[in-house]
């Protein structure tokens, strides 16, 4: 199979927390609304995105804060959520690959990030 992707996936287990905006993206207003707060497991990172598992429910489209440890480096990564969904039933490979993570949530979201962030596999945990 070729890979699309322009950076490499690497899988890890990094614990992240993450604030989010809940509802309509078109209909929040960002200067006065509150971000929500969630916390899960990144899962799959590139330097433009990551897989979190988590207990969140989210929507597609609103911006995101993700913040999270290598050993090299402690992050705050803006982006936005690209991708949501629940881990139960779903028969894709990436679900299955995530299957091991159920125990930090049962769904997932995919944040791409606005910038890209350098990431090596030596320094993801």
Known sequence: MV???RFPRYPCKIKTKFHYYEGNPEDIDYDITVPSKGK???C?????GALV???????VGVPALVNFKT?????????HIVRTGLLKNNPTEVAQK??????FGDSYIAIEFNESVELSRDELK
Request: charged residues 25%; glycine residues 6%; proline residues 0%.
């Open 40 to 42: 899960g497991v990144i």
């Open 98 to 103: 995530m299957a091991k993570f159920t125990s």
């Open 3 to 5: 890979e699309k992707r």
């Open 71 to 79: 050993k090299k480096n402690k992050l705050a990564v803006h982006g």
């Open 44 to 48: 799959d990172i590139s330097q433009v």
């Open 53 to 59: 598992i988590t207990t969140s429910r989210v929507s």
